[in-house]
């Protein structure tokens, strides 16, 4: 049976085995009963808390305040926290992501967030030419302790605009971390770690993500940069799932399982500062590495791990390297197209296999009921 | 031009009332943004336009495509996911395109294809063309920087290019005044040296006599023009039903736009026979469209990756 280390999915446990084992590894407290929250609770209790803790904390961005609250995540805020400090913006990324930054030079801590990934684009001039440098720029006189949360689209015909997983965008740039937590546990920690954090942040939060649930302690924790987590431990091969595609790993895991395969999963959590320590011990082990991303793999945070990895290890052993993501066109809306442009845990499955035997099985598992992705109906 | 007024202003209703009907269905698995009740502007404004000026639009974009004679087959197929779309199943509801009849592209990032729309009425200026461009945008996309920047660049080369802005009051679940500082739209396009004016988008004639005279001025050369035009979304933003219950409009402020309702008014300046003929007309029309749409295939594995590039590339990643 295959055995699951992440405390933070109890629906991703419940499916193993019915037992969750805690590494010890990992920075979550142990945890069986512990409270569970769904990811978008989470997301909303971090920034709560923090708003709580810190007067100098402030949350803006397009339609935070409106009904439906950017999925519920920032839910009752302005209720709590009054207008001055919880606001939505008129349509201007550009200008607020730029007064977002003037605001942390005068000491405030902002959280701007956006309900699509594809927006920020509107506002990468501020973020890359100022955020990033200032810092640096200045000869560390001023510091920008910024936060970006931006959510990637997926199902339902999102279409071309509305779908883009850009964060290896600023993954290129010094002077900006990124976290792209997949667990509810790890959207609290790192959303928390990132409000504390000196630096600008972008906290990348998956549409996807945003149904799972499991456990997430009420007191306020960090995930901290720069450390990743293995799920599943095993000896065959790696597989990094970023973001979502962590979920779909999971799922892979089992389905590789199934046919005797033995997959070590790892969540990066945090993609800027990497935790390539991590990744690389698992592969030196396995000697296979498939990185899955919720993005193209051109010039994408997959090939950065892969690069990585094959600048540490190779000459040390036998490497078998891939990457998966989305296909490399723009994504489609039809229905029958837009479920090739994605992976997903039986295609995943078929590469990783395909990269342990090292040739094409032509294997592609038959759906499991409980390994089905999550779909939703409706634009949002 | 009652009888083809009512037969655009119906045939978009019904199409858009049907797109609705369906979507609980599951066969329209992509985001609708509908046009009801907004459906005089793209009618008056397009009713002023020549058969080979441009216009460039927005994902809430079925009335301003049909109005410029878009065809309905390929649109309902379109939101079907369905090869035989307008964009053979690849850009869906939010970027409906007919170069044929001068629709240039909607985009579902607010506010971009107003810079689009100005340098096609560039391109046009300088190839001698006589054509002007429309862009129209929402109320919302005036906050953004781009719209400043293409307002006064149009200004700059005297663009041929009307700028129509469809007040819907909303940006989302956002009144406009709790997202901007100043209301007049007009003396923010006027600012940049482009002259505007408001309209009544429950007002049909004057619509478009007032449409007319400005497209008038830019097809002169007199440069660019704003023109709002003030009118009220009756859906939900992005979806099929009403959106009374999440509390930030209410149901009798939307009422009052649809005892204005442009198409009674319409309607009831035709004899009933000639109503009826019509209507019967449109929706066969549209039974056609949606019947069309659900025979359509599937576009293939093949279309995956076909156009990302004009050839298909040898290899793209
Ligand atoms: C650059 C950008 N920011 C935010 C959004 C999200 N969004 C989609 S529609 C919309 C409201 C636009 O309002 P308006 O321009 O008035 O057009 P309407 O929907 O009322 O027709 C917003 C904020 C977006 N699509 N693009
Ligand atoms: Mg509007």
Known sequence: ??????????????????????????????????????????IREATAQEMARDASVVLFGLDVDDPKAIQGTTKGLVE???????????????????????????????????????????????????????????????????????????????????????????????????????????????????????????FVDHRMCHFQTGPVPEAAYEVLPGKARITVPGDDITIVGISYMQTECLRAAHYLSDVGVRAEVIDPIWLAPLDIDTICDSVE???????????????????????????????????????????????????????????????????????????AMGWIPLERPDLKSIEFKGPF | MMTRLYRELLKIRRAEEEVARAYPTDRIKSPVHLSIGQEAVSVGICWALNPDDIVYGTYRGHALYLARGGDLREMVAELYGKL???????????????????????????????????????????????????????????????????????????????????????????????????????????????????????????????????????????????????????REHVGPNTDFALGYRSEDECSSWIANDVLPRVAARLDQDERRAIEAEVEAEIADAFAFAEASPFPPASELVRDVYKEEAPCCN
Not at chain 1, 86 to 106: R, W
Not at chain 1, 310 to 326: H, I, K, Q, T
Not at chain 2, 156 to 166: A, G, I
Request: hydrophobic share 40%; aromatic share 6%.
């Open chain 2, 84 to 234: 035989t779309g307008c964009t053979r199943g690849k850009g869906g509801s939010m970027h409906l395109i007919a170069p044929e009849r001068g629709v240039m592209g909607m985009s579902a990032v607010v506010g971009t294809t107003i810079a689009n729309a100005v340098g096609h009425a560039y391109a046009m200026k300088v190839r001698r063309q006589e054509a002007i461009v429309a862009s129209f945008f929402g109320d919302g996309a005036t906050e953004e920087g781009v719209f400043a920047e293409s307002l006064n660049f149009a200004a700059l080369k005297k663009l041929p290019v009307l700028f129509v802005c469809e007040n819907n009051g909303y940006a989302i679940h956002t009144a406009q005044a709790k997202r901007q500082g100043s209301l007049d739209l007009c003396a923010k396009a006027s600012a940049f040296g482009v002259p505007g004016r408001s309209i009544d988008g429950s007002d049909i004639e004057a619509i478009i006599s007032t449409a007319r005279e400005t497209v008038n001025e830019v097809r002169s050369g007199q440069g660019p023009r704003f023109l709002e035009v003030r009118t009220y979304r009756w």
């Open chain 1, 80 to 202: 709590r926290f009054g207008p001055e400090r919880v606001f939505g913006t008129p349509l201007s990324e550009d200008a607020m992501t730029g007064a977002a930054i003037g605001m942390a030079l005068a000491g405030l801590r902002p959280i701007h967030v956006h309900i699509r990934m594809d927006f920020l684009l509107l506002a990468i001039n501020q973020l890359v030419n100022v955020a990033a440098k200032t810092r640096y720029m200045y000869g560390g006189r001023a510091s920008v302790p910024l936060v970006v949360r931006a959510m990637i689209g997926k199902s339902w015909g999102q279409g071309a605009q509305h779908s883009q997983g850009l964060h290896s965008y600023f993954m290129h740039v010094p002077g900006i971390k990124v976290a792209a937590p997949s667990t509810p546990h790890d959207a609290k920690g790192c959303l928390i770690a990132a409000i504390r954090d000196d630096d600008p942040v972008l």
């Open chain 1, 285 to 359: 082990r396995t000697g296979r590495l498939l990185v899955v991303d919720t993005a193209w793999t051109n010039c994408g945070a997959s090939a950065e791990i892969v690069a990585r990895v094959a600048e540490r290890l190779s000459g040390l052993r036998d490497l078998r390297l891939a990457r998966f993501g989305f296909a490399p066109t723009t994504c489609p809306t039809s229905p029958t197209l837009e479920e090739m442009f994605y992976p997903n845990a039986r295609t995943v499955a078929t590469q990783a296999r395909d990269l342990v035997e090292g040739r």
């Open chain 1, 1 to 42: 049976m295959l055995q699951l280390t992440t405390p933070t999915r109890t629906d991703e446990c419940e499916k193993a085995s019915g037992v969750c084992q805690h590494p010890g590894k990992s920075d979550a407290p142990a945890l069986l009963a512990e409270r569970t929250l769904s990811y978008v609770e989470a």
